[in-house]
């Protein structure tokens, strides 16, 4: 049983972390190591949370997890019903999660296959990776992917300046480029599971803002605070659209909105915190001791 209170340490350090970030006020001015750690903390919470079943229930095998699970349907007998329940916890709870993510992965899919369709029906000619739509309702978005396209109207045309589009443009390349959509699966996917739940999706609102300031940021070296900033008051002052399922648009959320303006116009100089390196060691070694339970042995 070793490894499985090695898996409740885990999960504990990920927890920790994360409440930390939560509550800590540098991740603002340093959104990139702030989404590294929710990453990484993710990541290493749900691998323990299946670990600990996997690792109580296959104990009695005193094998890897995966040989252990070959082994089960000739000695299932061995198991009490204990063991037996958190075997059948553990592969329902993984398989459940792995499931949602592959039909979140498919239905997203699907959303941008859609889109791009649709793109191809309203894009101003020669089109490329930048699309042209011509529609009085001012809006600019990524439909990210292997071939990325960057939508903006013609309403966001007559809305912004030049240095002002400019900047929005950089911001949408930014989230294509980085695949910013790839960060925020994971955690949209376990959204999609518990929908009820105020703190997932207040932790998703969190990773959401942080993947805006990262986009916000390459587009503010390139351009200028200022532009992206009025650029975002433009779009708040006449009311962003809806944003297309997949997509990521440079106005979402008000409350993003106006948090990012006063990033911009008013940066953080928050230091980059010292215990953001133990932070990340801590969820190394959490991460690598959740992942051994499926090789090493039980005990």
């Known amino acids: 049983m070793i490894l499985v209170g090695h898996q409740v340490a885990a999960a504990a350090v ?13 991740t603002h001015a340093h959104p990139r190591p702030a989404l590294v750690l929710w990453q990484m903390g993710g990541l290493t919470l749900v691998l323990s949370t299946v670990g600990m079943l996997f690792g109580f229930g296959l104990a009695p095998f005193r094998r890897g ?12 007998t061995e198991l009490d019903v204990w063991h037996l329940g958190a075997v059948a916890a553990g592969l329902l709870l993984g398989a459940w999660l792995v499931v949602n993510q592959i039909l979140c992965f498919r239905d997203t899919a699907r959303a941008r296959a859609r889109h791009r ?10 089109s ?11 809006v600019a978005y990524c439909v990210p992917g292997r071939h990325p396209r960057i939508v903006v109207s013609a309403g966001a045309r007559r809305l912004l300046s030049k240095a002002e ?99 911009l116009r008013q940066p953080q100089r928050a230091a980059f ?22 090789a090493l042995p039980l005990q």
């Open 128 to 138: 490329g990776a930048l699309v042209e739509v011509d529609h009085p309702v001012a």
């Open 165 to 263: 589009l400019d900047a929005v443009l950089a911001h949408e390349r930014a989230h294509a480029r980085e695949r910013h959509d790839l960060v925020l699966a994971p955690f949209q996917a376990l959204r999609r599971l518990l929908p009820s739940s105020r703190l997932l999706t207040r932790v998703c609102s969190t990773i959401e803002l942080l993947v805006e300031m990262c986009a916000d940021d390459r587009a503010a070296r390139q351009h200028g605070r200022e532009p992206l900033a009025r650029a975002l008051e433009r779009f708040h002052a006449h009311g962003a659209p809806g944003t297309p399922i997949g997509a990521l648009a440079v106005a979402g959320a008000d409350a993003h909105v106006v948090a990012r303006i006063h990033r």
């Open 65 to 76: 997890v995966f040989p252990a699970l070959l082994d089960l349907p000739a000695r299932w």
């Open 273 to 294: 915190p010292l215990v953001w390196p133990l932070a990340c060691a801590m969820l190394v070694v959490a991460l690598a001791t959740s992942a051994s339970i499926f």
């Open 117 to 126: 369709l649709l793109l191809q029906l309203v894009a101003q000619p020669n």
């Open 14 to 26: 990920a927890v920790t972390v994360m409440v930390w970030l939560l509550r800590s006020r540098w």
